[in-house]
């Protein structure tokens, strides 16, 4: 048993020894001049392909010579891939930034604004940030193709002389008036009895009974027929004037109820109390509001009617917050009527408002158009056109070549075929499409247009892997 054992091993052995010999001479390795070959093949190209690196999509801080997951977030890393052929080297200098703000820099080592000591980094000479935060990059072209880069010249250009907006007519406040009574009493008719109803100044509205009013009149013709039989009488003059005090007062209280003169007169003229007391219209307008009811039981001050002078209206109009610097009391301003086709109304901004409208965000500029023959009634929809003063061709660029992130205003300018470098602007007026440039850009420089969101983005991610590379050379995920 032991002996077919030994000579089943050595069977095996010796199979084992046979295969493994065919394989090493199939070996590409071991074939005659396969070593000169690979030595001929290094010195004709002079270098050996470059090893394909990985990184992170969600931390590009996180590089690793391997495929695998990232260390951070467990996600798969991806290939980094081949960028251009970089330019030489440039000239590299050592800077101190704050570990907690990446903005504040130093030329020379020492302790932020915080109080921490700032560490050193390495940068280029050549491409150092004109814009905090942003980086110049690259961009091959047919990457640009694909995410649409479009780009447009800086120039020189009339921005818009008007301003486009529209507006809402409403009452004109200072021609609006409440009708009231002074005295408490009952409404016994009415002779304006429907809203909408046209009146005229002066004309009766309505006539109370006031038992108030009554007992003043009767206390009024008292004091007069007594200061007349003391006046023909020879009274002393103190009793006369006495008496003439007494007709004063109650002549007075009859005025502070807005008793007319001419109705006193006929008051003192007939000899006899009248029991109503007519209420007339302030203005003339239309009666917008009506409480008056005949029968109704009123008390002092207790508004009855708000009648609305139509002769000069407001026209409402609403205009952006980037329109606002151009719009000032005194400007002229158009008013059309999609229903009156052919004609045009004239008005004069009377007041600009001096806040926002928080849910529209826009601001509110009142207008004074008049309104003589009543074709501009409130509530009413109109388009409005300011004329603003031509300042004359001015650095203008496309609004959509501006990045607005709040505290800044970012325009990417393109160097050449594929090099992008960001640029902070101070802007002006802008209208629909334009904005005028006040400093950041030169006539006849080419920006991006479209496509600028993913240039904003490349840009931000290369200056912060710029910013984490410390000075010694950047961390390697697998080293």
């Not at 030489?88 to 302790?111: C, F, H, L, Q």
């Not at 309505?206 to 003391?230: D, F, H, K, W």
């Not at 965000?361 to 004329?387: C, H, K, Q, W, Y």
Request: aromatic content about 6%; some cysteine.
């Amino acid at each position: 048993m032991r002996r077919i054992l030994l000579v089943a091993l050595i069977a095996f052995l010796l199979g084992g020894l046979a295969v493994g010999g065919y394989l090493h001479w199939r070996s590409p390795a071991s074939a005659p001049g396969a070593a000169s070959m690979d030595v001929h093949a290094g010195h004709d190209t002079g270098e050996e392909p470059s090893p394909t690196r990985y990184r992170c999509p969600m931390h590009p801080n996180m590089i690793s010579d391997t495929p695998g997951e990232c260390p951070i977030c467990t996600m798969r890393m991806v290939p980094i891939e081949e960028e251009a052929p970089a330019p030489p080297p440039a000239r590299r200098k050592v800077i101190y930034r704050s570990t907690m703000n990446p903005n504040e820099t130093s030329d020379r080592p020492g302790k932020d604004s915080m109080g921490m000591e700032m560490v050193p980094v390495e940068v280029d000479e050549a491409t150092e940030r004109p814009v905090a935060g942003y980086a110049t990059i690259t961009v091959p072209v047919h990457k640009q193709q694909s995410i649409g880069v479009k780009t447009a010249r800086v120039e020189r250009r009339a921005l818009a002389a008007s301003v486009e907006s529209v507006g809402r007519v409403d009452y004109d406040e200072t021609g609006l008036s409440w009708v009231n009574a002074r005295v408490s009493g009952f409404i016994e008719v009415l002779h304006v009895d429907r809203t909408g109803q046209p009146v005229r100044r002066g004309q009766p509205l309505l006539e109370i009974y006031s038992p108030e009013l009554v007992s003043t009149q009767e206390e009024y013709l008292v004091a007069v027929r007594n200061l007349g039989r003391l006046e023909a009488s020879g009274a002393i003059p103190a009793a006369i004037e006495k008496a003439r005090a007494l007709v004063q007062g109650a002549r007075r209280r009859l005025e502070l109820w807005e008793i007319p003169d001419d109705q006193i007169r006929d008051l003192e003229e007939r000899g006899s109390v009248s029991r109503r007391m007519t209420i007339r219209s302030p203005v003339s307008g239309y009666v917008v509001e009506k409480a008056a009811l005949a029968g109704k039981s009123i008390a002092p001050g207790e508004n009855l009617y708000r009648v609305a002078d139509l002769a000069r209206v407001w026209v409402l109009a609403e205009v952006y917050e980037y329109q606002a610097p151009l719009i000032r009391p005194g400007q002229e301003a158009r008013i059309i009527l999609s229903y009156v086709p052919g004609r045009t109304y004239q008005g004069r901004v009377d007041y600009v408002y001096p806040y926002l409208d928080p849910a529209s965000r826009t601001l509110r500029v009142r207008i004074v158009v008049p309104n003589e023959d009543g074709t501009l009634r409130p509530e009413m929809f109109a388009s409005v056109t300011f004329r603003v003063e031509d300042a004359g061709p001015v650095l203008a660029v496309p609004n959509e070549a501006i990045l607005d992130t709040g505290e800044r205003r970012i325009a990417f300018v393109k160097q050449d075929e594929g090099t992008f470098e960001p640029r902070e602007l101070v802007v002006g007026q802008r209208t629909r499409e334009y904005t005028a440039i006040l400093e950041g850009l030169s006539e006849g420089e080419e920006i991006v247009t479209s496509g600028n969101f993913l240039i904003d983005s490349e840009s931000r991610l290369k200056a912060a892997l710029s910013g984490m590379a410390p000075a010694g050379g950047g961390h390697r995920h697998g080293d």
